[in-house]
């Protein structure tokens, strides 16, 4: 099945050591997502591309970036984590529909990051 | 400002009866609304949109959602739930002419045996 998935679904980090984590598809869709998920809360976007175009939401911290080198593949870098970055990271895709945005996003399940 | 409401932080039902979980909406122009399920250490699940026409829609696992345009709502309904409809549910809208959309905080759906 064509799916959204991410790896590892559980990684330790240090706090300040670097960390990256990838998501990859196979739905061939050309937008792509990283959000932040704390706590049973709603999601919270960091970032998202429109093919190789980058949007970076306002108040994503600088700490957060993120690289989609082709349609399949995209990985977000906490260069410096925080206790605060402790939460599950959640990637997503859509379709775009000739501008229309009305396709639902397809999640993956997730990355939990644990800080020490 | 564009927002989105689910005023119930948990929902409580007995399985088999009716359920409704509760969103309200408030965005300039004609809003696109989903609805999206979560289980534990689990990505969000799709479950039905609204884009345009019949105000009632039906999506996976039974569920349905009437979109009220005077009430600026969008509830997620159940005729009969069942234990395993116990998640967490989010309510979503897209904001206009973006690839964005705006969450409700979740209600936590529980269905008691």
């Known amino acids: 099945d064509a799916m959204v998935i991410q790896n590892p679904r559980y990684q330790v980090t240090q706090f300040g050591k670097p960390v990256t984590l990838s998501c990859s598809q196979t739905l061939n869709h050309n937008v792509m997502y990283w959000y932040q998920q704390k706590s049973s809360q709603a999601p919270k976007l960091l970032f998202h591309?429109?093919?190789?175009?980058?949007?970076n939401e306002a108040d994503t911290p600088d700490n957060f970036q993120s690289r989609r080198p082709n349609t399949s593949f995209c990985f977000l870098d906490i260069r410096s984590p925080g206790l605060g970055d402790a939460a599950m990271y959640l990637c997503a895709t859509s379709r775009d529909s000739g501008g229309a945005n009305n396709q639902p996003q397809h999640f993956g399940d997730g990355t939990r990051l644990s800080i020490l | 400002a564009q927002s989105v409401a689910q005023p119930e932080d948990q929902v409580n039902v007995a399985e088999g009866n009716p359920l409704t979980v509760k969103c309200t909406y408030s965005?300039?122009?004609?809003?696109?609304l989903f609805w999206y399920v979560q289980y534990p250490n689990r990505g969000l699940q799709f479950l039905l949109k609204y884009i345009t026409g019949d105000n009632l829609v039906k999506g996976s696992y039974g569920f349905e959602a009437e979109f009220n345009k005077s009430q600026t709502s969008f509830h997620l309904k159940k005729p009969s739930a069942l234990v395993s409809d116990s998640a967490l549910y989010f309510c979503?809208?897209?904001?206009?002419?973006?690839?964005?959309?705006?969450f409700g905080t979740g209600t936590r759906l529980k269905v008691l045996a």
């Open positions: 965005v300039s122009g004609n809003p696109y």
């Open positions: 591309y429109y093919d190789k175009d980058f949007n």
């Open positions: 979503a809208v897209i904001v206009p002419g973006t690839y964005k959309y705006i």
